[in-house]
């Protein structure tokens, strides 16, 4: 253990957030929906091991957009202590995958206009 | 050793008033282990083995809430059986060890059919169809253990871990959510098979239309729970632990060296990852039909998998381009290991740490390939199961580089073989062998190449049948010998028994009683030597060889005349006493072609 605290609270707004996206894009075939689902995974394991004693919430969350959703998990896992690494394995491929998520989602977005 | 078995299988089927059971579910439940047992004396089970997924499918099956109990006949004879069975086993070789896995697995699947079709609750039958559905793959169309299969193993039974609690949010969610990310794997790989010609474009687009549709309705299951509250109780952490981790296998990334059609073959095999019991868990009424169509797409598959093709390589047909759309015929079983690509130049001198550490990595993969993740071997102890699939291709890779290193041998060993291809065929099997058994604690691990070097020679020396195949080391049991003396190649022929034994017994002993100036000319021509060395050797001229020859022949023929008692007085060719025939046919086959008559000089018959 490395001592820094686990934001469990953090980590279970994450888990909501790209729950809700990979909903939001569920019917999406492509390699963004596709980066999505393997965030969600690494989240979903992670708030299994780290469950938040208390119950987690985040405003507005069905109104957000799939777009909105890894904008706000990204801002969550940037919070996060970097030395939290030891603990959670899979942090460093969140974050890529995350930023990559977003970059290509904004480019999507660009794009339609 | 499996009689008793077959007694009770059959008067399952045939006791017209067999005692009952009130609960086949349960009694099912009970006779699994039976059958696991058995497969545990046979070796390791892995993950991926059949028996381990019918297991995990019974205990899902078991866990359905509220399903009605069936009445039916009892297995507890069958179950009996069995366990007897597993109490005097006894594995004699490699060999021996796959028939019993096979015949046990056909057991299995026949005992996981009975039972399937006599429940009568929809969603527990679900689960027995997918064990039976695993066990039906691995018999009648068998394929190599591969990292999704393995990610798939678990996912069935997290699906089954989670079964008591089915109805609680968090499940509807947390498999929801996993299924999404297996469809959208899935339909990455179908596009990019129809794309390339590697499915039929009917088949492929009606799992498209199919996989896309239950995406759907998982969204809209997705969209009505309210996950804000989920995640907080402890039955919501465990059903999170367990489909995390088997989501988290799935979504990886993919082992690059996993070829798609493999990974698709697995999806297929897996019918689309449980589609049925998922639709089940979520309980979306627009699923299930769905999940049904997928369901039956997949077993479509399973009946006829070679429909599923390697992609065309490129430079082949474009898409679009006309196609034969005829179903390539059904793979063969997949041998034990396939040489790949060498890492190295074939050839290269391989020092004492680099073959050391080879034999490492050869171990290890040999024990991720068949561990058991919840009791790993010792040497895979702290290593996380998720490792075990790369752990499988880095051993493959260590034993193919372990076999270029001393590749020119072959070559060397076969240079002035007659039926060179077929002896070099056959020295690479040795040489995969050699390359999984080479012990560098106890022989040294510089000393590889000498013991590749031994194997090879000896396999050189054996030779092979005209089949290319290794000739056994033991003397076939339908050839005649005497002492240490063996025919030229002697294929075996059809059949064998006590005829057979009475047969080569009787020639053996006509052989045994021939004075020696008889008998040895007769020996010397079974083994192909031709008349006039046998001439030489006795000091005699080449007639007095063959006369020799002729009459030993002769004598024999006399002394197997009278075997069959009842038939002394049939002429020699139309003898229907089965020994005879048996002994005259052996007789025939031994001595003919290598002595042939000379035009005139035939017996009288």
Same mark, same amino acid.
Request: aromatic share 4%; with cysteine.
């Given at each position: 253990?490395?001592?820094?605290?686990?934001?469990?609270?953090?980590?279970?707004?994450?888990?909501?957030?790209?729950?809700?996206?990979?909903?939001?894009?569920?019917?999406?075939?492509?390699?963004?929906?596709?980066?999505?689902?393997?965030?969600?995974?690494?989240?979903?394991?992670?708030?299994?091991?780290?469950?938040?004693?208390?119950?987690?919430?985040?405003?507005?969350?069905?109104?957000?957009?799939?777009?909105?959703?890894?904008?706000?998990?990204?801002?969550?896992?940037?919070?996060?202590?970097?030395?939290?690494?030891?603990?959670?394995?899979?942090?460093?491929?969140?974050?890529?995958?995350?930023?990559?998520?977003?970059?290509?989602?904004?480019?999507?977005?660009?794009?339609?206009? | 050793?499996?009689?008793?078995?077959?007694?009770?299988?059959?008067?399952?089927?045939?006791?017209?008033?067999?005692?009952?059971?009130?609960?086949?579910?349960?009694?099912?439940?009970?006779?699994?282990?039976?059958?696991?047992?058995?497969?545990?004396?046979? &070796?390791?089970?892995?993950?991926?083995?059949?028996?381990?997924?019918?297991?995990?499918?019974?205990? &899902?099956?078991?866990?359905?809430?509220?399903?009605?109990?069936?009445?039916?006949?009892?297995?507890?004879?069958?179950?009996?059986?069995?366990?007897?069975?597993?109490?005097?086993?006894?594995?004699?070789?490699?060999?021996?060890?796959?028939?019993?896995?096979?015949?046990?697995?056909?057991?299995?699947?026949?005992?996981?059919?009975?039972?399937?079709?006599?429940?009568?609750?929809?969603?527990?039958?679900?689960?027995?169809?997918?064990?039976?559905?695993?066990?039906?793959?691995?018999?009648?169309?068998?394929?190599?253990?591969?990292?999704?299969?393995?990610?798939?193993?678990?996912?069935?039974?997290?699906?089954?871990?989670?079964?008591?609690?089915?109805?609680?949010?968090?499940?509807?969610?947390?498999?929801?959510?996993?299924?999404?990310?297996?469809?959208?794997?899935?339909?990455?790989?179908?596009?990019?098979?129809?794309?390339?010609?590697?499915?039929?474009?009917?088949?492929?687009?009606?799992?498209?239309?199919?996989?896309?549709?239950?995406?759907?309705?998982?969204?809209?299951?997705?969209?009505?729970?309210?996950?804000?509250?989920?995640?907080?109780?402890?039955?919501?952490?465990?059903?999170?632990?367990?489909?995390?981790?088997?989501?988290?296998?799935?979504?990886?990334?993919?082992?690059?060296?996993?070829?798609?059609?493999?990974?698709?073959?697995?999806?297929?095999?897996?019918?689309?990852?449980?589609?049925?019991?998922?639709?089940?868990?979520?309980?979306?009424?627009?699923?299930?039909?769905?999940?049904?169509?997928?369901?039956?797409?997949?077993?479509?598959?399973?009946?006829?998998?070679?429909?599923?093709?390697?992609?065309?390589?490129?430079?082949?047909?474009?898409?679009?381009?006309?196609?034969?759309?005829?179903?390539?015929?059904?793979?063969?079983?997949?041998?034990?290991?396939?040489?790949?690509?060498?890492?190295?130049?074939?050839?290269?001198?391989?020092?004492?740490?680099?073959?050391?550490?080879?034999?490492?990595?050869?171990?290890?993969?040999?024990?991720?390939?068949?561990?058991?993740?919840?009791?790993?071997?010792?040497?895979?102890?702290?290593?996380?199961?998720?490792?075990?699939?790369?752990?499988?291709?880095?051993?493959?890779?260590?034993?193919?580089?372990?076999?270029?290193?001393?590749?020119?041998?072959?070559?060397?060993?076969?240079?002035?073989?007659?039926?060179?291809?077929?002896?070099?065929?056959?020295?690479?099997?040795?040489?995969? &062998?050699?390359?999984?058994?080479?012990?560098?604690?106890?022989? &040294?691990?510089?000393?590889?190449?000498?013991?590749?070097?031994?194997?090879?020679?000896?396999?050189?020396?054996?030779?092979?049948?005209?089949?290319?195949?290794?000739?056994?080391?033991?003397?076939?049991?339908?050839?005649?010998?005497?002492?240490?003396?063996?025919?030229?190649?002697?294929?075996?022929?059809?059949?064998?028994?006590?005829?057979?034994?009475?047969?080569?017994?009787?020639?053996?002993?006509?052989?045994?009683?021939?004075?020696?100036?008889?008998?040895?000319?007769?020996?010397?021509?079974?083994?192909?030597?031709?008349?006039?060395?046998?001439?030489?050797?006795?000091?005699?001229?080449?007639?007095?060889?063959?006369?020799?020859?002729?009459?030993?022949?002769?004598?024999?023929?006399?002394?197997?005349?009278?075997?069959?008692?009842?038939?002394?007085?049939?002429?020699?060719?139309?003898?229907?006493?089965?020994?005879?025939?048996?002994?005259?046919?052996?007789?025939?086959?031994?001595?003919?072609?290598?002595?042939?008559?000379?035009?005139?000089?035939?017996?009288?018959?």
């Amino acid at each position: 253990m490395t001592g820094v605290l686990i934001p469990k609270e953090s980590i279970g707004r994450a888990d909501l957030l790209l729950g809700q996206a990979t909903m939001l894009t569920a019917d999406r075939w492509d390699e963004v929906a596709g980066m999505i689902q393997e965030a969600m995974g690494i989240v979903l394991l992670m708030a299994a091991a780290h469950p938040s004693s208390r119950p987690v919430d985040v405003p507005g969350l069905a109104s957000l957009s799939a777009m909105d959703c890894v904008d706000q998990a990204l801002r969550e896992v940037q919070s996060w202590d970097l030395a939290l690494a030891a603990d959670l394995r899979d942090l460093a491929r969140l974050r890529v995958l995350l930023t990559d998520v977003r970059t290509d989602l904004n480019v999507t977005s660009a794009r339609r206009g | 050793m499996w009689q008793a078995v077959r007694r009770e299988l059959a008067r399952l089927e045939w006791d017209a008033a067999p005692p009952l059971t009130q609960d086949l579910l349960s009694e099912w439940s009970q006779t699994v282990p039976s059958l696991l047992g058995i497969r545990r004396v046979l &070796g390791p089970v892995s993950v991926h083995d059949p028996l381990a997924m019918l297991a995990t499918a019974t205990t &899902g099956a078991a866990r359905t809430t509220d399903a009605k109990p069936t009445v039916a006949p009892s297995l507890h004879d069958v179950r009996a059986a069995l366990a007897g069975l597993a109490r005097v086993m006894e594995v004699a070789s490699d060999d021996d060890r796959r028939r019993q896995v096979a015949t046990l697995n056909h057991v299995a699947y026949g005992l996981a059919h009975w039972v399937q079709v006599r429940t009568t609750d929809d969603r527990a039958k679900a689960w027995l169809l997918a064990g039976e559905t695993a066990l039906d793959s691995a018999i009648h169309a068998p394929a190599d253990r591969s990292a999704i299969g393995v990610g798939l193993a678990a996912w069935q039974d997290a699906l089954a871990a989670v079964q008591p609690v089915q109805n609680a949010s968090i499940v509807r969610r947390s498999v929801a959510l996993g299924h999404v990310a297996i469809l959208r794997n899935a339909h990455a790989l179908v596009r990019e098979a129809r794309q390339s010609g590697a499915l039929p474009r009917p088949y492929s687009d009606a799992l498209l239309g199919n996989i896309r549709e239950l995406a759907r309705a998982h969204q809209t299951t997705l969209s009505q729970i309210d996950g804000r509250r989920l995640g907080s109780t402890h039955v919501d952490q465990a059903v999170m632990l367990k489909l995390g981790s088997a989501v988290r296998q799935l979504t990886s990334r993919p082992d690059i060296t996993e070829p798609s059609h493999i990974r698709l073959d697995a999806l297929l095999r897996s019918r689309i990852g449980e589609a049925v019991l998922v639709a089940n868990l979520t309980n979306q009424t627009s699923a299930k039909p769905v999940a049904g169509r997928i369901s039956r797409l997949a077993l479509e598959y399973l009946a006829n998998p070679g429909m599923l093709r390697p992609a065309d390589p490129p430079g082949s047909l474009p898409p679009g381009a006309p196609v034969d759309r005829t179903p390539a015929p059904v793979r063969e079983p997949p041998a034990p290991a396939v040489l790949g690509e060498p890492s190295i130049r074939p050839g290269t001198v391989l020092t004492g740490d680099i073959i050391e550490a080879l034999c490492r990595a050869r171990d290890l993969g040999v024990a991720a390939a068949t561990g058991d993740a919840t009791n790993p071997p010792d040497i895979l102890r702290g290593v996380h199961p998720s490792r075990w699939p790369q752990l499988v291709v880095e051993g493959r890779q260590a034993v193919t580089d372990l076999v270029a290193s001393v590749i020119p041998m072959v070559y060397a060993q076969t240079r002035q073989a007659l039926n060179a291809a077929d002896v070099r065929g056959q020295m690479f099997v040795e040489l995969m &062998g050699a390359a999984y058994r080479f012990d560098p604690q106890r022989i &040294g691990p510089e000393r590889w190449p000498t013991y590749a070097w031994m194997t090879l020679e000896h396999t050189r020396r054996r030779g092979v049948d005209h089949s290319g195949v290794l000739r056994s080391r033991s003397p076939r049991s339908n050839t005649v010998t005497l002492g240490d003396t063996e025919p030229v190649s002697r294929e075996p022929g059809p059949g064998a028994g006590i005829e057979e034994r009475q047969s080569i017994e009787a020639i053996k002993q006509a052989l045994g009683r021939l004075p020696h100036s008889l008998q040895v000319p007769l020996l010397d021509s079974m083994q192909g030597r031709p008349a006039h060395v046998i001439a030489e050797d006795f000091g005699v001229s080449e007639s007095t060889a063959r006369r020799r020859i002729q009459e030993a022949r002769n004598s024999v023929r006399d002394e197997l005349a009278p075997h069959g008692d009842e038939v002394a007085e049939v002429p020699y060719e139309t003898v229907t006493d089965p020994v005879l025939q048996r002994s005259q046919r052996l007789f025939e086959e031994t001595f003919a072609p290598s002595l042939g008559p000379e035009p005139g000089r035939g017996p009288d018959r």
